[in-house]
């Protein structure tokens, strides 16, 4: 074979086969762009929603604040007394014997002690 | 005393008087070439972690000539030529960067291991953003690789010694090693050794071949800002290396164990592999080119190529690499062109793929003419393509050439 038909074949070859191998790199970046592109579209979707709950979230906790407030207005003017009394009067409770119940009388022998 | 006494005491200044005046004469040259490389690698001009092992390893082995018989010297680094596996063993034994050169230089693990610290200091974004462009400038980055071929046939080489030399155009050092291994044993070393030793001359020979090509003007330009950055995750790198790593092993298995050691590197780098990539990056790739260069040094014995097909395969050398930076600049060109002369040309002589040195002299070059212009990212692209095209021409020219020419 001529040297020059084999130097083209061979140059024409390369020229092809480059290229082919730049689309690969481009198919690879491409697919490797999209899987990423899906990624951050699922977790643009997921900060949405974080968004929205984060907000419903922040009214939530309004409302508490609300709430703990009235309650606080309530129990204070609820508890609040003009006079409470000192005195503490003790009544006494007496306990009369009765030897029907008592267990002094149950036992047949005092147990021993060791 | 006698002067056989002070010829078997002094060796080396004895065999300057008493071999072939050729290889004498040679000798003294090459020792003053390793000098030279020393010397230019401490002023920068040449690439200094490959040229000052290499230099110092070419002046000792010129020196270290010893006496080894009647008619015969050699000396005690190692012997590349060396074949039959028991007399391999005794200089194993004996030469002491032998183990080096036959269990990694002459299979290639070197080179592998280079690649690996490449891979790790590689950023594949660069790639992945712009891969026809990249690709495109790197087939342009080729033209010393293939018009090369017709010129060594026409210098009296056969077709697969043409084939192997006119891989130096590639400036892909691994490559160029592979190839000249499968298509022609005979001057591996020798096209090898020229490989090398150019491939460290490209870092101070292509800014000039750049001023001459490229007009100041055009030098200056600065590329356009992308409309849309994208940052391209570790992830998606890390996917990237292992899918195309493992198509491109599929579709050049010649070339495999290159493409492996490349992206390995960029796996771990991309995987957060801390201390694997400082291993790499540190160690291993420091100690690989120190011996690469050391050994290629000690390559330069001026028995070995002072062979009367180096000067041919020289020459070869030298046009191969600068076909191939006409090719990219030309590249650069059509791209600046079609692009409106948005484009700034310099970045075409990073398709040869001497990665990653042809970029950063494209950027040195810009940055002399604008300091403001950033090319890098384009030119590193532009750099790994490099070594891809280079890999599937390996792979080509070792396929075809044999089927072509029974």
Same mark, same amino acid.
């Given at each position: ?114 | ?6 010829? @078997? ?37 040449? @690439? ?221 780098? @991309? ?106 990212? @384009? ?28």
């Amino acid at each position: 074979m001529n040297i020059f038909t084999a130097i083209g074949i061979i140059f024409l070859s390369t020229f092809v086969i480059s290229f082919l191998v730049a689309g690969l790199i481009r198919l690879i970046s491409l697919a490797i762009n999209f899987t990423r592109i899906q990624k951050e579209k699922s977790q643009d979707v997921h900060e949405d929603l974080a968004v929205v709950q984060s907000e419903a979230s922040g009214q939530e906790s309004d409302l508490e604040i609300v709430a703990a407030i009235g309650l606080a207005i309530h129990q204070y003017l609820e508890e609040m007394h003009d006079y409470e009394r000192t005195v503490m009067t003790i009544q006494k409770v007496v306990k009369p014997y009765s030897p029907w119940s008592s267990k002094i009388y149950g036992l047949r022998q005092n147990p021993k002690g060791r | 005393m006698d002067f056989q006494i002070l010829q @078997e005491i002094f060796p080396g200044i004895s065999t300057l008087f008493t071999s072939d005046l050729t290889i004498s004469i040679g000798r003294i040259c090459l020792m003053l070439l390793g000098l030279l490389l020393v010397y230019l690698g401490k002023k920068g001009v040449l @690439e200094p972690l490959l040229m000052i092992p290499m230099g110092i390893g070419m002046a000792a082995v010129n020196a270290g000539v010893l006496i080894m018989g009647p008619g015969k010297t050699g000396n005690l680094f190692l012997d590349p030529m060396v074949s039959d596996p028991k007399q391999l063993i005794d200089i194993l034994q004996i030469d002491f960067l032998q183990p080096i050169y036959t269990l990694t230089f002459s299979n290639g693990l070197i080179a592998c291991f280079v690649f690996m610290g490449i891979g790790v200091l590689l950023d594949v974004g660069f790639l992945l953003a712009r891969p026809f462009l990249s690709m495109f400038l790197a087939v342009c980055a080729e033209l010393g690789t293939f018009l090369t071929v017709p010129v060594a046939m026409a210098m009296g080489l056969d077709v697969k010694d043409a084939a192997s030399v006119a891989m130096i155009g590639g400036a892909d050092g691994p490559m160029v090693l592979f190839t000249a291994l499968k298509l022609s044993p005979k001057l591996f070393v020798a096209i090898t050794v020229v490989a090398y030793l150019y491939l460290g001359l490209t870092y101070g020979g292509y800014p000039y071949l750049i001023k001459l090509l490229v007009p100041k003007k055009l030098r200056a330009i600065k590329m356009p800002p992308k409309k849309k950055i994208r940052q391209i995750s570790a992830s998606e790198k890390l996917y990237f290396a292992v899918i195309a790593c493992t198509i491109l092993c599929l579709l050049f298995p010649v070339a495999a164990p290159l493409f492996l050691s490349l992206f390995v590197g960029v796996a771990v780098r @991309e995987a957060g592999l801390k201390h694997i990539v400082d291993f790499i990056a540190g160690p291993l790739l420091y100690g690989s080119t120190f011996l690469l260069g050391l050994l290629l040094g000690v390559l330069c014995d001026a028995s070995l190529i002072l062979d009367p097909q180096i000067l041919t395969l020289l020459v070869l050398g030298i046009v191969a690499l600068i076909l191939s930076a006409v090719g990219g600049l030309m590249g650069g060109y059509i791209m600046y062109f079609i692009t409106g002369g948005k484009f700034n040309p310099v970045i075409g002589i990073a398709g040869v793929s001497c990665v990653p040195t042809t970029a950063k002299v494209a950027q040195k070059s810009v940055h002399e003419a604008n300091p403001q212009s950033i090319i890098l990212p @384009e030119a590193i692209g532009t750099n790994i393509s490099g070594v891809i095209t280079s890999a599937i021409i390996a792979g080509l020219y070792i396929t075809l050439i044999p089927i072509f020419f029974k």
